[in-house]
T-cell receptor
């Protein structure tokens, strides 16, 4: 499994757009990039997954450059309830992503 | 569909005892995985079961074991508990492989405290 590197923490204010970048230099050809969100004392929740270019859903967007060595999770207009830990994972569909890493602790202020 | 359920939600045990945690996956999901989460080590993978067989295993001692039943429900057992086993134990299920989106669905966890 490709190792991922993310910032340990980020601060933002309500209403701002937040971009969290994940580095995965050793990503394999059949690997996808998946992001999870976790609130304290809860299990992680799937946010978004992508392979290349851009993926958007009702919660977030995921930007993946052509070389796929990094990816950026974009959260538009964050609110206080977006304060959480965000994990980036890399692995093959049908394979198994076992390494969550330390994640990025996002703190949204009023 | 009901989500992943875990029982019990909270548990207090004494060092040296053993404990069994239970997980019921989402209906139709055959893969169940277990994770241990602690403030110091983060989220660490314990093992994965698929169709009653252990398919993947993390780097934990043999005191940690699990099993899966024919209805996909899974149990995790920790024997000879140590203080360091105090953690949030999370169970996750996912659909069969081959789906275009490979997401895991996590339960609320069991908070185990070892005294």
């Amino acid at each position: 499994l490709a190792k991922t590197t993310q910032p340990i923490s980020m601060d933002s204010y309500e209403g701002q757009e937040v971009n969290i970048t994940c580095s995965h230099n050793n990503i394999a050809t059949n690997d996808y990039i998946t992001w999870y969100q976790q609130f304290p004392s809860q299990g992680p929740r799937f946010i978004i997954q992508g392979y290349k270019t851009k993926v958007t859903n009702e919660v977030a967007s995921l930007f993946i450059p052509a070389d796929r060595k990094s990816s950026t999770l974009s959260l538009p207009r964050v609110s206080l309830s977006d304060t959480a830990v965000y994990y980036c994972l890399v692995g093959a569909i049908g394979g198994f992503k076992t390494i969550f890493g330390a994640g990025t602790r996002l703190f949204v202020k009023a | 569909k009901a989500g992943v359920t875990q029982t019990p939600r909270y548990l207090i045990k004494t060092r040296g005892q053993q404990v069994t945690l239970s997980c019921s996956p989402i209906s139709g999901h055959r893969s169940v995985s277990w994770y241990q989460q602690t403030p110091g080590q983060g989220l660490q993978f314990l093992f994965e079961y698929f169709s009653e067989t252990q398919r993947n295993k993390g780097n934990f001692p043999g005191r940690f074991s699990g099993r899966q039943f024919s209805n996909s429900r899974s149990e995790m057992n920790v024997s000879t508990l140590e203080l360091g086993d105090s953690a949030l134990y999370l169970c996750a299920s996912r659909p069969d492989t081959g789906t275009s989106v490979d997401e895991q669905y996590f339960g609320p966890g069991t908070r185990l405290t070892v005294t």
